[in-house]
């Protein structure tokens, strides 16, 4: 069996690579600007041995990069999302309205056998982007969107995955899994939590929005998106909790986690940072899902 090479952008703290190599890809590749990212892939070396890069996209020549099989982005989304987008404008945070030229850059130029980006949906509104992703001479796409992180994983989370090979390939639709686990599973007995007095104040009523509550004791019930902003604000999503005061706390850092699915053994430090890494990553259990889907491909 042919083992294909990858290597991944914006690549965060590498719940893409992890799924990719559950499923038997060789990564050789990480790259990412945050260096907190980087540092996080750098502390899961029990899963991540290939070379991890913390730098900018921007300033790195493509034939400089070791040559590989597939290319993978997941380059920032904030510019194509309906809830962020007018938040990305008013702090002129960075939105990937100019990243995505940057990765079209190294598919244009190395031209590897596959090519694989995952974004929000409301990427394919922007028909410069999605242009640039689907035109490309000399290859065949598959698009999927959305793909719901819930066919895996008790949570909400849904993405537009794109697929370009240079062979036409009928990639199959993710189907969802037999063995999803429940949201009350992934919860922890004695969970380490934070509960600023905020968090009070919004059960008490005292902001203009209310928490989503999630009570993992009904039937099939699914968590909201796993957020980055979670990190700066743990009372927008909160789970009930009989031992808790009022009876609601905030997710913990290894519950975001499991929810995102990565294992026990994955390390997170015990800082807020683990929540905004957490929730900027790609489900592994959908990176999987592309790594058995382009496995197939070169086999």
Known sequence: MYTPTAKGYFSGCGGMELGLIQAGINVVQSLDL???????MKTNSHYFNHSILNANIKDKAVLEQPHTDIIVGT????????????????????????LFLHFFRHIAIEKPEMYIVENVPGMKKFKVVMEAMTKLPGYYVNIFCPVDAAI?????????????????NAISEPKRSSNRPKLKGLLENNPLIEMPE??????KGKYRD??????????????PTCVAHYSKDLSTRLIKDKKAK???RPFSIREYARLQGFPDDFIFNDQRNSYKLIGNAVP????????????????
């Open 34 to 40: 945050d260096k907190q990212a980087t540092d996080c």
């Open 75 to 98: 380059y920032p989304c904030t510019k194509y999302s309906t809830i962020y987008s007018t938040i990305a404008d008013i702090h002129g945070t960075r939105t990937g309205d100019d």
């Open 152 to 168: 895996w994983l008790p949570q909400k989370r849904k993405r537009l995955i794109l697929i370009g090979t240079k062979k036409t």
């Open 198 to 203: 905020y968090i009070h104040s919004r059960i």
């Open 210 to 223: 209310t928490p989503i509550i999630v009570d993992a004791d009904l039937p099939d019930v699914l968590a």
């Open 246 to 248: 009022y009876g609601l």
């Open 284 to 299: 592994v259990d959908m990176g999987r899902w592309i790594g058995e889907s382009a496995m197939k491909y070169f086999n």
